[in-house]
């Protein structure tokens, strides 16, 4: 089961782009990767899921080294609105095990 | 789409006292769920995975005869918490396992905060 380490918090500005890294250095060749976003009292919201190289959608891109052992979650141009904890998962549909949650980072954009 | 829901969201009930919980998948069909348990400023912690037709696999340290797990239906798992102590206070998201695709793609419940007085 690939374990996934992050930074506990971290603090951005309004407007500027925040990357979150998240290693996992035992990803198996099956899994993919899965980032979410949690507010206080609320579930996880999917946000971006990748394999390999750069992923993206509205309002986030995936970025994904050959290796595959860590993985970057961008958000340009943050605002208040997106401070909440990230969390990022490895697994796959085909494996016996489920994801597991680390820790996450607690991102909090300032005024 | 994938859009999981959660009832009630919110119950305060008695020490001693049974709660249900249900989850459900609106707009696609699951055949496996999960129950997650989150105490505040803490990750969530998987109790255990619920499979359609078939009995719930539990996490290590998860009572079995106290968290009763259902799956009926595709579309449909449901949580008890039988006998219900304020330890057990927490907030209880469910998932529902997305069937497409080779990455294990999860969507969440808003959640459920219980408090056992």
């Known amino acids: 089961l690939a374990k996934t380490t992050q930074p506990i918090s971290m603090d951005s500005y309004e407007g500027q782009e925040v990357n979150i890294t998240c290693s996992h250095n035992?990803?198996?060749?099956?899994?993919?990767i899965t980032w979410y976003q949690q507010f206080p009292s609320q579930g996880p919201r999917f946000i971006i899921q990748?394999?390999?190289t750069k992923v993206t959608n509205e309002g986030a891109s995936l970025f994904i080294p050959a290796d595959r052992k860590s993985s970057t979650l961008s958000l340009p141009r943050v605002s208040l609105s997106d401070t909440a904890v990230y969390y990022c998962?490895?697994?796959?549909?085909?494996?016996?095990?489920?994801?597991?949650f680390g820790s996450g980072t607690q991102l909090t954009v300032l005024p | 789409g994938a859009v999981v829901s959660q009832h009630p969201s919110r119950v305060i009930c008695k020490s001693g006292t049974s709660v249900k919980i249900e989850c459900r998948s609106l707009?696609?069909?699951?055949?496996?769920m999960f129950w997650y348990r989150q105490f505040p400023k803490k990750s969530l912690m998987l109790m255990a995975t619920s499979n359609e037709g078939s009995k719930a696999t539990y996490e290590q340290g998860v009572e079995k005869d106290k968290f009763l797990i259902n799956h009926a239906s595709l579309t449909l798992s449901t949580l008890t918490v039988t006998s219900a102590h304020p330890e057990d206070s927490s907030f209880y998201i469910c998932s529902a396992r997305l069937p497409s695709g080779a990455g294990d793609t999860q969507y969440f419940g808003p959640g459920t905060r219980l408090t056992v007085l």
């Open positions: 035992n990803i198996a060749t099956n899994d993919y």
């Open positions: 707009d696609f069909q699951a055949t496996t």
């Open positions: 990748g394999y390999k």
């Open positions: 998962l490895v697994g796959s549909s085909g494996s016996a095990r489920q994801l597991t």
